[in-house]
């Protein structure tokens, strides 16, 4: 189910009423908020349902046996347990036939004419995010650095919790279990602020994503041939635009969802293409991402405790790892590449030239990182390397004699939005939503929010998925 | 910070601006309308699923559309036929979908517009991509479009802004901002779109009125087809697309079911046109010898062959209750429909 779906209001309106009613006790509210989350999952496909709930019973037992067990090479295997079938799932259904095209290539490289037949599988929603949920927990519990979940209702719940289900925010057993002991009832201010961020959110999805910059990135890069220079950069910046809006969109919708429950969900943006630099941009882009794979795998790879190499080579892996995670292609692993490239040279550089940071230098530097980023955005849209060659051709040269496909009005749509967004970004860096809503004034808050909620009305999203619902 | 202020004042606003946007467009002369998408197509796919053998499904362009209407077929036979037909599409794709993946076997009415039935069988190209995208979204529809969709129709049916159309009748704001123009940069040659058809939830669909009374409105839909007709640089793939309708239709006559072939009416520019680059002779009656289909073709019918149609390609609603009645009288003399209540 989309949130922006009418099934969805209808669906949201009702877990409300049955959350608020005096009808449950807190633990059958929770076995309330469990079935419509399985509900929400399933009305786009019943049977995958049957995935969530192994993933679930396996670190359930999992996390058991490794909060009791105390030989190691036991709770190796526990973990060992886990991972394998959690990693197997993602494997299974999201790199199967990535690992099989590879392979047929390699082997007809030697002389082989070997045909492999692709399977027809679904890739389950979201399963990329509650796979690194559910993983986390059992290796926080192998750490001993989490607390056993104590009923296994509350498990489930972490797993299952259908604002964060699909598309994250990725959450921390020990952020999110705890909060389930406890009769959880939001004040009215949260209530309210909930509604507010829900109607961003779906602001940045259906308005700014879907309306204003979608159908411009799909000309661009769905165009065979290569592109005037503008053209190509006007595409790139709408998918700069628009991979933001749809993806901070939905974090913004399910922060402000479960808010409205109550219960509290980490920041997943913080103002990204204000970024100075790459270390700064990945601590504001996709932030549980970024954590979840800095504590599960750049750490353990032996993060920057054992010299230079390892740091760098660790950083490499993390990054090309971490591309590799958005979807299975070579693109995306490209994509990870360039960033794990841009963070190794970002750490070369200060490690040699300290620059003091003012606000002249910094917004230049800022553009010039987003500038950087949007190079790598390149390799992230286009669906093969030779599109994403043409695109960088036609941008790099500034080619004047490359097809021209947009029209002035959308390229001064794009540049005026993008524009606006990286201002917008960069006077934002260091406050916060609700920081700059307390300083204004109710009537202004409300008129800005009518504004964005009849803008949401007339477009009429017409329920196109979020890009993320395929990582 | 007063939310509370902030959410009644935002409430307030927001229905005081979607009332506004509604009386706006009410009084710019739009209205209320079903839209004719995937989903609301899907729903009569799915009919056929139980259809039976006395049942009738419609199959074609958007002449089959516009010009058989249910409730005349209805009256007349006893049985409301289930409208498949595709604006802008050849009926193959859907044909094949039905032969191949249900058991009906009643009686499949498949119109014959020249252009597209004979355009193309490549999955790219727009005849076939479309109707091909409307059996994909039947297949792969999860209940939440589904849910979705019937959530949406009571809305559809109250609000005249809720519209999905396109071109110059679209008014979300997409369509809006589409019509923004700066300079032209890249040159578009494809006159106006007006959105010329009203559908029922049942996809029984006519052709607006205005059509008929606003002679400038239906010119502007012929310089559509005299621009498709010159734009079309891709000639027709008759053989293609007849072995591959040939190979379904075999099939489908094997297991009992009953093929009709029909011909809809068109005028002026576009019947000139299609007699010209896809005269009959050459394409429509080697098909129906090939298939060994029953076959109308409006122009062998006195009380058809004079029918006028107001933008060349789709009659007036009357025409098209005049037509469809007389349609069937001919199919029932003819024994055409072996399970109509006439029968």
Known sequence: ????????????????????????????????????????????????????????????????????????????????????????????????????????????????????????????????FYTFQTMSYSIDMYLRRTERARTFLDFCLYVTFFPQLVAGPIVRAQDLISQFYEEKKATINQFVWGLFLLTIGLFQKVVLADTLLSDTTDSVFGSKNILNGLDAWTGTLAFSGQIFFDFAGYSTCAIGISLMLGITLPDNFRYPYGSIGFSDFWRRWHMTLSTWLRDYLYIPLGGNKHGVVRMYSALMITMLLGGLWHGAAWTFVAWGALHGLYLVIERMLKSKIQIKINAYNGILLALLTYTLVNITWVFFRAREFSAAKNMLYSMLSMHNGGEKILQSFDILKVFVLTSLLFICHWMMRNTSLKAVSEKISPWVLGIVWAVMFFLIVISQGSGEQFIYFQF | MNLKLSVLIALALSVISIAAWELYWRAQGFYPTLDDNEALWAMQRHRVETASGNDVLLMGSSRVLFDIQLNEWQSQTGVRPIQLASAGSSPLPIFHDVVQNTNFKGTIIVGVTPGLFFSTTAPQAQPWKWPQSKVDYYKKRTYAQISNHLLSIPLQKSFAFLSDDQGVDGIKLKELLGKIKVGNRVPNPMPPFHEFGEIALDRNTVLKNIALTDTAYANSIKKIWIFFMTSNKNPPDKEGTTKFFITDAEKFMKRGGNLILVRCPSSGGFKEGEDKFLPRIAFYDPLVKATNAKTYYFEDYAQLKNLTCPEWSHLSASDARYFTTELVKIMIKDNALPNSKAN
């Open chain 1, 1 to 128: 189910m989309l949130f922006n779906s009418l099934s969805f209001v209808v669906f949201l309106v009702t877990v409300m009423i049955l959350y608020y009613a005096k009808l449950f006790s807190w633990t059958n509210k929770k076995r309330m908020l469990l079935v419509a989350s399985y509900v929400f999952y399933g009305l786009w496909n019943p049977p995958l349902v049957i995935l969530l709930w192994i993933s679930t019973v396996v670190d359930w037992i999992a996390g058991n046996k490794l909060s009791t067990e105390e030989n190691p090479r036991k709770r190796k295997l526990w973990l060992l347990f886990s991972m394998t079938v959690n990693l197997g799932f993602l494997f299974f259904f999201k790199y199967r036939n990535f690992m099989l095209d590879n392979f047929t290539s390699v082997v007809n490289s030697y002389g082989y004419a070997y045909h492999a037949q692709p399977m027809d599988i679904i890739l389950p929603m979201g399963i990329s």
